[in-house]
Structures are given as C-alpha cells and as structure tokens.
C-alpha cells in the first residue's frame, strides 16, 4: 500500500512539475562527463568512428532494472543523433532481454530520425550471458571496430576493469556510470569524468530537450530532501524521548 501511495504522489509531482518546467525553463548544472559526451556524439561523425555503448549485465526484472532502463534511454538518443553518420554506434549488453530492448531501442532511434532503413539488427549485441564473458565481447567490440569513445551506463561489478583497462590501453574514452559499487569504484579511478550515483538517471534530461526528463530531476531532488527530513526529524524525535 505504501508503495502505491509512493508511486501516485511521484505521478503528481512530476506531472505538475513537468507542467512548471513547459513554462519556466530551468537550467540544469554543468556535469563534465555529459559535456565530454555531447562532444564524442560530434567528434565521432566527423572523424568517421563509431560510439560503444556498453548497457551492462543488468536484468529489467530486479532492483537493476532502474539502470538499465537509463541506458536505455541514453541509448535511443544516441543512436538517434548518430544514425547519420557512416560508422554507426553499435551497443552491447550481457542480458537477453535487455539484448532485445537493445535493438529496439536502436531501430526507435533510426525511425525518429527518418531513416529506419538504415538499421541494421547487428548493431545491438549479447556479448555474453555472465558478467565476465560480456566484458570481454564488449572488450572485442572496443579493440576491433573503430571505437572513438566507450559510454559505459547500467550494472557494472569489478568486470568493468577489464573494460576500461582495454580502452587505456588503445586510448580510448571512457564515460562511465553504475548502480553497483564495486563498478562505480572502478569507473571513478579510471575515468576521467565518472558519473556518481543518481547521475546516472540524468542522462535524459542531460541529451534530452524534453522537459518530463528535467522535471523527472526536479521530482528525485524533492524526494531527496523528504527523506532528509525524516531522518533529521526522526533523530530529533529520537533525541527528546519522544519515540
């Protein structure tokens, strides 16, 4: 019940807020790791390269879904503003069914951008059905197919090290992020700009102009700060004898 109760007021807040945003833009703060995307999303059409996004091993049916769906979400755009280039962004993901929703989500991509035709099935792959077996299809992808830049954004464990080791090596950028603190620790010490924590959910509103994705932020900073709240109050309450 208190789920439910949770779920409808978010439905509230963000649905009024999306309403405040389509009338007084906000804007939102400088995020270095998403700056250095936009620009590899340019960079790798103009140099003729093509963008790896690695999705993770996350399963859409367990607390790892939240990541995955981000990915997601990252990946439509991405591949929406790439399908024009002659190297098109190829994605990988160590679950089938986020393989699946992989390739749909590329081919939504191409379709928004008018040229459906131009998908090919091929670029989203399952690399590997365990953790360690996708890092190193995703680790073939990075060293043999022209990667100018590896994004990095799901469910990550220590295998990401592989990862970004292989790109080090061929000196190749990495944008990283996971919902996993053994990856985030590894994608903090080997990124250049990492994203931590609930950055990773930012990524629409970041590549994104829809204001739902602005007003989606806007929801999880309020929610951020009732739950500060509570614990303050209830540590007050706590203190005084009252619980």
């Known amino acids: 019940m208190s789920e439910l109760f949770i779920l409808f007021l978010a439905a509230i807040l963000l649905g009024g807020i999306t309403v405040w945003k389509r009338r007084f833009p906000a804007s939102l703060r400088e995020i270095p790791a998403f700056q250095r995307l936009s620009r590899a999303l340019g960079l790798s059409i103009e ?125 190749i950028p990495v944008v990283g992020a996971s919902d996993d603190l053994a990856g985030q620790s590894v994608l903090f010490t080997s990124t250049q700009e990492p994203l931590i924590g609930e950055e990773l959910f ?17 929801v999880q900073d309020i929610f951020r700060w009732l739950i500060i709240l509570f614990l303050l109050a209830g540590a007050a309450a706590k203190f005084l004898g009252v619980i």
């Open 202 to 218: 930012a990524a629409g509103a970041y590549l994104n102009s829809d204001p739902i994705h602005a007003a989606s932020l806007t």
């Open 47 to 171: 140099d003729g390269k093509r963008l790896h996004i690695s999705l993770g091993s996350g399963n859409l049916f367990d607390a790892r879904g939240g990541s995955a769906l981000a990915a997601l979400a990252l990946l439509q755009r991405i591949a929406e503003r790439t399908s024009v280039s002659d190297m098109p962004s190829v994605a990988s993901a160590g679950n089938p069914t986020l393989g699946l929703l992989t390739q749909d989500t590329i081919q939504s991509g191409y379709k928004t951008a008018g040229v459906e035709e131009a998908y090919v099935h091929t670029m989203g792959r399952i690399t590997g059905l365990t953790p360690f077996s996708y890092a190193a299809g995703a680790m073939h992808i990075a060293r043999n197919e022209s990667v100018s830049t590896n994004i990095m954004i799901g469910h990550f464990g220590p295998e990401a090290g592989l990862i970004t080791d292989l790109a080090d090596r061929a000196d």
